[in-house]
């Protein structure tokens, strides 16, 4: 009763998130070029193999920047939604893409996959919610303001991979052009630490057990104090940073009663990779 996830990388230089059990994965957005993807999943004794489809966000080049190549050559299902694929330059072998609707699973093997919509300035923007084993993981990034959704789905996850994008103050004082701060913060752009702290906070679920930080800004966080906000407020939540440069390690969620032994859960001991 448990997945296994991990952030390949998280932020505006490439987005790529591995969520699966023993037999089967998918990778939500594919912004690490082919190689580098190869590289970081080798790292962490994760199977290419085991992936069984590519879900794309929205269009911006640090979500989708490796999803041609990574499809063709593992000749994986791409879910893109017309809007994202008319947006930008994808090439895709014709059988690849397949397009999905908000709200309606679609079923990878024994894992589901939800989306639904979001506010951010790309052309039809969704978030996922990866189901399996009696577990819940979101992947919420690229989020200008929190919608009604977000926060049910939020309320839902086992754990979730959550942006926090920057600091209010250092953006304000930062070099940024005044046309770039108000696009970040507008409501269409990004979710800032103290956005995603009060979701976090006000929404989260008793079995919310992981929450891993994710795309945070180079110039306008700063990934101890981002930590440091959550970790004040946790409780038995772990919460990771997901970062710009590397991978996190494989984390097991489990949905396994706290009385069970939480313990198992953390990050996987060199004898669970065996099990991948
Ligand atoms: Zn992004
Ligand atoms: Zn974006």
Redesign the pocket.
């Known amino acids: 009763m448990s997945l296994f996830v991990t952030s390949l990388n998280s932020?505006?230089n490439g987005?790529c998130y591995y969520i699966g059990n023993h037999d089967e994965a998918v990778l939500i957005?594919a912004?690490l070029s082919c190689r580098e993807t190869e590289r970081r999943m080798k790292r962490l004794g994760l199977s290419m193999h085991k992936v069984k489809a590519i879900f794309i966000?929205?269009e911006?080049t640090?979500?989708i920047y490796g999803v041609s190549r990574l499809s063709k050559k593992y000749q994986l299902p791409v879910y893109i939604t017309e809007g994202t694929r008319n947006n930008h330059r994808l090439h895709f072998q014709q059988h690849l893409p397949v397009s999905f609707q908000p709200y309606k699973p679609i079923e990878v093997g024994s894992l589901t996959v939800t989306a639904f919509p979001k506010f951010?300035d790309a052309a039809d923007p969704h978030s996922f919610v990866v189901a399996g084993n009696g577990v819940q993981v979101g992947v919420f990034?690229?989020i200008g303001r929190p919608c009604e959704h977000l926060i049910a789905h939020f309320k839902q996850c086992d754990a979730a991979f959550l942006e926090s994008n920057y600091d209010e103050e250092m953006l304000e004082t930062g070099g940024y052009p005044q046309r770039l701060k108000d696009r970040i913060r507008g409501g269409s752009g990004?979710l800032s630490n103290t956005q995603a702290l009060a979701l976090f906070t006000r929404h989260r679920s008793a079995q919310l057990t992981h929450l891993f930080l994710s795309?945070l800004s180079a110039n306008n966080n700063c990934p101890r104090l981002a930590q440091d906000m959550f970790n004040a407020v946790a409780g038995k939540t772990e919460i990771i940073l997901a970062p710009r440069t590397q991978e996190t390690a494989v984390y097991h969620i489990t949905n396994a009663p706290i009385r069970l032994g939480r313990a198992v859960k953390s990050k996987v001991a060199e004898e669970q990779l065996s099990l991948f």
């Open positions: 932020g505006s987005n957005d912004g966000t929205h911006h640090d979500h951010h990034t690229d990004h795309h």
